[in-house]
């Protein structure tokens, strides 16, 4: 009787200690591209030519239109926001990517991976306020000229990038918040280059409805809602340029807002790719090949395309450099 007495404390401290050190873990390993070791200089060097190319592309766009007066425009006062927002999603993940190559695998502590969920997720989020922006501005030009200049002030510039900004930093804190509290008990293992929500919440051992639910909630008005209105904006310019009865009046129209409607199927096209195309049967490789698609595709492609389709980018780019 005594030794069992002495047995059910043991079991319980045992269970305790168990407890214990299943919710302490500190780091995560991220896996990365596996099936790629073969080659992974190659790769490596690849994603590093990329990571260069994205940010002198959208630094120059950014020097250009501080440099040059003819670009003081509303347009490129938006785009210089949307230059920052993909520096910061590309910066955000290709260096720890680069390195998680490198190593065929490389740890990143829990607030490490918190942290760059977070700043992933205001990139996204402002990125999309942007686009909306920009797609708002596009149908003043062209639907509204004659009101243009007076409603698109600088006033109402700043306070739509404010705006965006505002939101996309105070939204994903508030999701960040609940990761936060959630308990990481094991695996450890991201099968991934990047700390994504889903990996996270497949390895926490607590419940995590809540925060799937926040997620879906906040999707709505950050997500949905601005594709929408850039599919009404868009509506309603098409509507307009094939009301005009010139042709090189339709052309020069169309050729205001080309570039952007361009970026903006780029985007969105591999978000909803990534996040509502049914994953169930896709391998996880197919998966990260669609991941790169986002984060390292669009923010590389947005300054190729405003540079081949706009002319304006074209002829300063010219003057600044034989200047």
């Not at 003081?72 to 390195?99: A, E, K």
């Not at 607030?111 to 909306?132: D, R, W």
């Not at 391998?283 to 991941?291: A, E």
Request: hydrophobic share 50%.
């Amino acid at each position: 009787m005594a030794i069992k007495v002495a047995i059910k404390p043991l079991n319980r401290l045992s269970h305790k200690i168990l407890e214990t050190n299943q919710s302490e873990v500190k780091e995560f390993l991220l896996l990365g591209f596996q099936n790629l070791q073969i080659i992974n200089i190659l790769v490596f060097i690849l994603f590093l030519v990329i990571y260069v190319l994205t940010l002198v592309g959208n630094l120059l766009i950014i020097m250009l239109v501080a440099k040059v007066q003819s670009l003081n425009t509303p347009m490129y006062f938006f785009l210089t926001q949307l230059s920052l927002s993909d520096i910061l999603l590309t910066t955000n993940i290709t260096p720890n990517m680069l390195h998680v190559t490198i190593k065929k695998g490389s740890t990143i502590s829990v607030t490490g991976c918190i942290a760059q969920f977070y700043f992933y997720g205001v990139s996204a989020t402002s990125e999309c306020l942007l686009l909306t922006a920009m797609s708002y501005d596009r149908y003043l030009a062209i639907c509204r000229p004659l009101h243009y200049s007076s409603i698109m002030s600088l006033r109402l510039r700043l306070q739509l990038v404010l705006c965006s900004w505002t939101l996309a930093l105070l939204v994903t804190l508030f999701l960040v918040f609940l990761i936060r509290n959630l308990k990481f008990c094991g695996p450890h293992i991201i099968d991934h280059y990047f700390c994504d929500l889903a990996p996270l919440l497949e390895l926490s051992c607590s419940e995590h409805t809540m925060v799937e639910l926040a997620d879906l909630i906040l999707a709505v008005p950050f997500a949905l809602a601005p594709f929408f209105f850039i599919l009404f904006t868009y509506v309603s310019i098409f509507i307009t340029i094939f009301g005009i009865s010139s042709n090189i009046g339709k052309q020069k129209a169309f050729s205001t807002c080309s570039s952007h409607l361009i970026v903006v199927c780029t985007y969105y096209g591999t978000l909803i790719t990534v996040y509502m195309a049914p994953s169930k049967g896709q391998s996880l490789n197919i998966n990260k090949v669609i991941s790169l698609l986002y984060t390292m595709g669009t923010p590389a492609l947005n300054p190729i395309i405003y540079s081949l389709r706009n002319q304006d980018i074209r002829t300063a780019l010219v003057k600044y450099i034989s200047s």
